[in-house]
């Protein structure tokens, strides 16, 4: 077994410096009373009084958040059919063709792919918006669920299912009382990370949203390219504890689903 030297917490200490540090001066100067972001005056929580009332800010969030979560709900549905299929199917024709285009999102450009889809809802007539960036986001966010979700079936006991086709479960019931119980973790964390991809997703957004749909992303990177203020370290640290509380809320979900398939699963097998 190997120590645990000073070399290894040196360079473990600097990796988390490197990672969180940046992070907590943002939070620290999201409290300042000075406009400038680089100058201490005192403790302050009026920027987060100011930011509440900039309706700019406000309704890109809200339009940020309704992407988020469609896109993500769609994503963790293709994305969980399309591992079933590739793990459970078999050999089947077109499955090199299938399989490239469910991870070619993984390996591909975001400039590429949001050009792509710019020209594919111009030529089919379809107005930039809320839903062309559901779509965009849905369409690179599936292949990361698919991922997750294929790891977790290619080590699933099959002995289960069929216990459970055995005792008169269609092939639907059987998914759903069994299998998709087990699988639940790997789905939950495919949807967060579906959702944060979304959440912080700039270029493919900036191809394929209009005028009335601004992500929130977007308006930072306006709004930054004339000077940060401490707004914007307001906003960036209630964005830091949404996501701190929806990691924390979705390991939690995770380890309780766990916990009860790994049960379901011992009962089963002594049954």
């Not at 008169?168 to 759903?176: L, S």
Request: some cysteine.
């Amino acid at each position: 077994m190997r120590r645990f030297t000073w070399f290894n917490a040196t360079a473990l200490t600097f990796g988390f410096a490197f990672l969180y540090l940046p992070m907590l001066i943002l939070i620290t100067y999201s409290f300042n009373e000075s406009r400038l972001v680089t100058v201490w005056a005192g403790f302050s929580t009026k920027w987060y009084g100011e930011l509440l009332q900039n309706e700019q800010f406000l309704k890109a969030a809200w339009v940020t958040l309704k992407v988020a979560f469609w896109s993500s709900t769609l994503a963790t549905v293709l994305g969980t059919m399309a591992a079933y299929i590739m793990v459970r199917a078999g050999r089947f024709r077109g499955r090199g063709l299938f399989s490239g285009m469910i991870y070619a999102p993984l390996v591909m450009p975001e400039v590429i792919t949001g050009l792509s889809l710019l020209l594919f809802f111009i030529a089919i007539g379809l107005d930039r918006g809320v839903l062309t960036i559901v779509l965009a986001h849905t369409t690179f966010a599936m292949c990361y669920v698919s991922v997750v979700v294929t790891s977790r079936l290619v080590s699933f006991d099959r002995s289960l299912e069929e216990a459970a086709l055995d005792l008169g479960c269609t092939p639907f019931d059987a998914f759903r009382s069994v299998t998709l119980p087990i699988i639940l973790p790997a789905v939950i964390s495919g949807w967060l990370l579906a959702f944060t991809l979304s959440l912080d997703d700039l270029v493919i957004a900036s191809f394929t949203s209009g005028p009335s749909s601004t992500t929130l992303p977007i308006k930072i990177f306006s709004a930054v390219r004339l000077g940060v203020t401490p707004e914007i370290n307001a906003l960036s640290t209630l964005m830091i504890g949404i996501v701190t509380v929806g990691v924390i809320a979705a390991s939690l979900v995770s380890r309780a689903s766990t916990i009860k398939a790994r049960a379901d699963e011992q009962r089963a097998n002594q049954t």
